[in-house]
């Protein structure tokens, strides 16, 4: 059973308009959750996080937004480069576990100029 | 810092041999991780570590095995490769005070 859901395989934006990535989350048993981008035959890197008990943060371009009633969070990127064009992961971390983060299947951004 | 360690890079098993994928990170971190990445599943959680002797099961254990002798290495054995054991294989590490885990560079293992 998927505990963390990406449900739209790919996405296409122009440069310079907003990316929305979404995510669903079915188990409260979570502190945080995570972003993470990824390119080809590189290791994930993490981009942004928010506390469970908060419901935006703000990093530069990246705005993750966490709606607990509804259980889905979102990653806004605003404007959109062509340097964004990688898979992103949606993540949660176990409640107080360090080593463990539930990933969801990923979302592969492409933006064109 | 070289941070996250992997090796090797590639590896081609035939099934039913035995290998260790090598782990290290040069961070006193006390968590470290193992995941699998498969097409259409995203990344999901071998075994894991919160210290030098502790291990524990993730969401798909079976068929590997881990050891953590020390804080910096974190050894996942396979020890009869299966076909479905075809893969890219991640470690991660972590220490209490973030909530984010940093990444190796991955391994892409295939078993024919």
């Known amino acids: 059973d998927q505990q963390v859901k990406q449900n739209s395989p790919s996405l296409s934006v122009q440069e310079g308009r907003i990316s929305i990535l979404n995510c669903d989350y079915t188990n409260s048993m979570f502190d945080y959750f995570l972003w993470y981008k990824k390119y080809p035959a590189e290791g994930p890197t993490f981009l942004i996080s928010?506390?469970?008990?908060?419901d935006k943060n703000e990093d530069g371009r990246f705005t993750v937004f966490l709606n607990k009633s509804a259980k889905h969070l979102s990653l806004h990127i605003v404007p959109s480069q062509p340097g964004d064009s990688a898979v992103y992961f949606c993540?949660?971390?176990?409640?107080?576990?360090?080593?463990?983060?539930?990933f969801g299947q990923g979302t592969e951004l492409s933006v064109k100029p | 810092n070289a941070g996250v360690t992997q090796t090797p890079k590639f590896q081609v098993l035939k099934t039913g041999q035995s290998m260790t994928l090598q782990c290290a990170q040069d961070?006193?971190?006390?968590?470290m991780s193992w995941y699998r990445q498969d097409p259409g599943m995203g990344l999901r959680l071998i075994h894991y570590s919160v210290g030098a002797g502790i291990t524990d099961q993730g969401e798909v254990p079976n068929g590997y095995n881990v050891s953590r002798s020390t804080t910096e290495d974190f050894p996942l054995r396979l020890l009869s490769a299966a076909p479905s054991q075809t893969s890219v294989y991640f470690c991660?590490?972590?220490?209490?005070?973030?909530?984010?885990?940093?990444f190796g560079p991955g391994t892409r293992l295939t078993v024919l």
């Open positions: 961070m006193n971190h006390e968590y």
């Open positions: 991660a590490s972590t220490t209490s005070g973030r909530n984010e885990q940093f």
């Open positions: 928010i506390s469970s008990i908060k």
């Open positions: 993540a949660a971390r176990v409640y107080n576990q360090g080593g463990k983060l539930i």
